[in-house]
C-alpha cells in the first residue's frame, strides 16, 4: 500500500461546486472519464456499463436504499505509476487558478458528491491484477490517498477499469434512480450512442438494460458533415417537430460524446432558427474546449469558424422548419377531420334515430354503478322518465370543415361558413385552434364545437354570431377541466 499525498486544501469543493451542479453531473465524470478510456484504446466492441447496488432498509422491510454505484469500461486502463501521476496533480493551485479546462484528474474528486468512498481498480493488460487507487471523503480534509497494488476487495485480471462508489450519500440517493440515470446519460452522450462507438449499459441487480441515445421527435430534415477546414469538423443531426415543445433543443457535444450545453446557452445562437422550439437535434465537434465549469465553450479560433459556418445555415434551416411543420401539421389535421367527420356523422345518425338520450342514460347508468361499487352500498333503482325526442327545425349533415387563413376583417373568428364552398373555414391562426390541434382528442372535440356552432348559426341567423362565436371560446377555455 502506498499513501500519497495530495494538495486539496479548502479550495477543492469550490472547485467541485463549478464542475457538478448535481449527483447525475457528479456520476457523468466517470462515464466520461470510461468514455475517453475506450476511445483511446481504439477497439471494437467497447462497453460501458453501470450498476446501481441497493440493501433493504431495515429488517423485514420491502424498502431498499442506493448503498453503491459500479462503472465499469474495456478502455485502456491505468497503471500504478499513472495513478500517482492524477492523484499528484488533483487540486493543486495551478488546476484551481485554470478552474477546470479537462485536465485529467480534477474530475475524480466528483465522487465525494455522491458517495463517501472511490474505489478504483484499473489494470492495462489481460491477465495481469489491476492496482486500486483510494480516495475518501473523509481524507480530503487531511489531504492523502491509498494506492494498494493487491486489493482483495476489488482486484480483477482485465485491462480496463471499475470504479467503486460505495456510501451514496442518502440526501442524493433519489437523485440516481435506475431510469433517472438512464435518460440522463442517454441524452449526455448521444452522439457516441447514435455512432455506436461503444455500448453502454445499466442495471439496479437485475438484468443489464442497454442506454439508448436520446430520441428526437419530428422529421429529420438534415445529417451532415460540417468541415471547419484546419480546425477539424463538425457533424449535424437537426430534427424538425410539427408544433413547439418546452423541451425541444439542439444540443452541442464535444470530445467524449458527452454533452456540454444546449446551443442556446451560447450567445451566438439565442435567436431562430436555433431558438425555434420546432427544432430538437445534435451538433458534435470534438475540437471544441469547454470552460471552466464546463457548461459552455472557449471562443477561440475553433470556435469562431464553427460559428460562422453554423450561421451560413440558418436560412436553410428556417425554411427547413417552417416547410416541414406545416407539412406535419396538414397531414396530422387531415387524419384528425376524417376522424372528426366520422363523429359528427354518427352524433347526427343518433340524433335522428332518438339514441342520444339513450346514450346518456347508459352513462349515466355506469357512473352511478361505479360510485356503487366505491361505496359498497346499495342504490335504489332510479326512476327513468319517458325521454322526449327534440324537434329540430333544419336537417343537418357534417358539412366539409377545411383550414384556412383569415382576411382581416376575419382574423378575429374561430371560424365561418362559406356558402359557395358549402364548407366551415377553420381559422388556422387562431391561438385557441393552435393549443387544440396538438392533441387529437382536443382537436376534435374544437372542430366538434365549431361544427356545432355554425350550424345553430344556420337555424338562428347571423344575430347569433358573435355569441355563439365567443362561447365557441369559453369551452375552449374550459376545455381541461370540463372533458
Request: aromatic letters at 8%; glycine letters at 6%; charged letters at 25%.
Amino acid at each position: 500500500m502506498a499513501k500519497v499525498k495530495l494538495h486539496t486544501g479548502t479550495g477543492v469543493f469550490a472547485v467541485l461546486a463549478n464542475v457538478c451542479r448535481n449527483p447525475q453531473e457528479a456520476l457523468k465524470q466517470f462515464v466520461e472519464n470510461a468514455a475517453d478510456a475506450v476511445e483511446e484504446a481504439g477497439i471494437s466492441g467497447g462497453h460501458i456499463s453501470i450498476k446501481l447496488k441497493y440493501e433493504p432498509v431495515g429488517s423485514g422491510r420491502a424498502e431498499s436504499t442506493l448503498k453503491s454505484i459500479i462503472i465499469e469500461d474495456n478502455g485502456v486502463g491505468m497503471a500504478r505509476e499513472k495513478m500517482r501521476q492524477v492523484l499528484y496533480r488533483i487540486g493543486d493551485s495551478e488546476k484551481i487558478n485554470l478552474a477546470l479546462r479537462g485536465e485529467q484528474g480534477i474530475g475524480i474528486l466528483a465522487f465525494a458528491l455522491i458517495a463517501e468512498e472511490l474505489h478504483l481498480a484499473s489494470g492495462i493488460e489481460e491477465g495481469k491484477p489491476s492496482a486500486c487507487l483510494v480516495l475518501k471523503r473523509s481524507w480530503l480534509k487531511s489531504g492523502h490517498a491509498d494506492i494498494i497494488a493487491h486489493c482483495p476487495s476489488h482486484e480483477h485480471k482485465r485491462r480496463g477499469t471499475t470504479v467503486f462508489l460505495e456510501g451514496i450519500l442518502p440526501e442524493i440517493a433519489p437523485q440516481l434512480s435506475k431510469a433517472q440515470v438512464k435518460d440522463y446519460l442517454g441524452q449526455q452522450f448521444t452522439s457516441d450512442l447514435r455512432a455506436n462507438l461503444y455500448e453502454m449499459t445499466i442495471s439496479d441487480d437485475h438484468e443489464f438494460e442497454q442506454i439508448h441515445p436520446q430520441h428526437f421527435r419530428g422529421v429529420k430534415v438534415m445529417s451532415t458533415g460540417l468541415p471547419l477546414g484546419r480546425t477539424g469538423s463538425a457533424f449535424l443531426e437537426l430534427y424538425v417537430l410539427p408544433w413547439e415543445t418546452n423541451d425541444a433543443a439542439v444540443s452541442l457535444y464535444g470530445r467524449g460524446g458527452t454533452r456540454i450545453c444546449a446551443l442556446t446557452d451560447l450567445a451566438d445562437f439565442k435567436e431562430v432558427p436555433w431558438a425555434d422550439r420546432r427544432l430538437d437535434g445534435y451538433i458534435r465537434c470534438d475540437r471544441l474546449k469547454r470552460t471552466a465549469d464546463k457548461t459552455a465553450i472557449v471562443q477561440d479560433q475553433t470556435f469562431n469558424v464553427f460559428a460562422a459556418k453554423l450561421r451560413k445555415l440558418e436560412p436553410k434551416v428556417q425554411e427547413l422548419i417552417l416547410k416541414v411543420s406545416a407539412e406535419s401539421q396538414e397531414q396530422r389535421f387531415n387524419v384528425v377531420l376524417s376522424r372528426t367527420s366520422r363523429l359528427i356523422d354518427r352524433f347526427l345518425r343518433y340524433r335522428e334515430q332518438g339514441k342520444l338520450t339513450d346514450l346518456s342514460l347508459v352513462s349515466a347508468a355506469t357512473t352511478r354503478k361505479r360510485d356503487a361499487d366505491k361505496s359498497m352500498k346499495p342504490e335504489p333503482k332510479a326512476q327513468v322518465a319517458e325521454p322526449k325526442k327534440h324537434e329540430w327545425r333544419v336537417p343537418t349533415r357534417a358539412p366539409h370543415i377545411r383550414l384556412y387563413s383569415p382576411s382581416p376583417e376575419q382574423s378575429t373568428y374561430r371560424s365561418w361558413y362559406d356558402p359557395g364552398l358549402e364548407a366551415i373555414c377553420i381559422n388556422r391562426e387562431h391561438v385557441e385552434f393552435l393549443l387544440s390541434q396538438r392533441e387529437n382528442r382536443r382537436c376534435m372535440r374544437y372542430l366538434f364545437t365549431i361544427w356545432a356552432k355554425e350550424s345553430l348559426l344556420q337555424e338562428y341567423g347571423a344575430n347569433a354570431e358573435r355569441i355563439a362565436d365567443e362561447m365557441v371560446g369559453v369551452l375552449a377555455e374550459a376545455e381541461p377541466l370540463i372533458w
